[in-house]
């Protein structure tokens, strides 16, 4: 059974940072592409960052220089730092592997508060 469960979500304050984990099992991890996308309530999901299975990143532009995603293929996890947090930045975050066949997380919450 494949799980992806995504941690590190919580009420932070403007400016503030957090880092988000993606554990993942029941997978072949090193062979998946995996991403971060996020959803506000009201508006459509959408992609924060991704990182190939052979450690290649892109980034949605309002993300870049402030997210950092990175993967642990010893520890099957993704991960996604995120510093000057804003409180458009408030959303569910989700993780997602690709390859021949797409997973997602349940998702984490992150608020961040004014």
């Known amino acids: 059974q494949v799980q992806l469960v995504e941690s590190g979500g919580g009420l932070v304050q403007a400016g503030g940072s957090l880092r988000l984990s993606c554990a993942a099992s029941?997978?072949?991890?090193?062979?998946?592409?995996m991403a971060w996308y996020r959803q506000a309530p009201g508006k459509q999901r959408e992609l924060v960052a991704g990182?190939?299975?052979?450690?290649?990143?892109n980034y949605a532009d309002s993300m870049k220089g402030r997210f950092t995603i990175s993967r642990d293929n010893t520890k099957n996890t993704v991960y996604l730092q995120m510093i000057s947090l804003k409180p458009d930045d408030t959303a569910s975050y989700y993780c997602?592997?690709?390859?021949?066949?797409?997973?997602w997380g349940q998702g984490t919450q992150v608020t961040v508060s004014s």
């Open positions: 997602k592997a690709f390859g021949l066949t797409t997973y």
């Open positions: 029941g997978i072949r991890f090193s062979i998946y592409d």
């Open positions: 990182i190939s299975s052979g450690g290649r990143t």
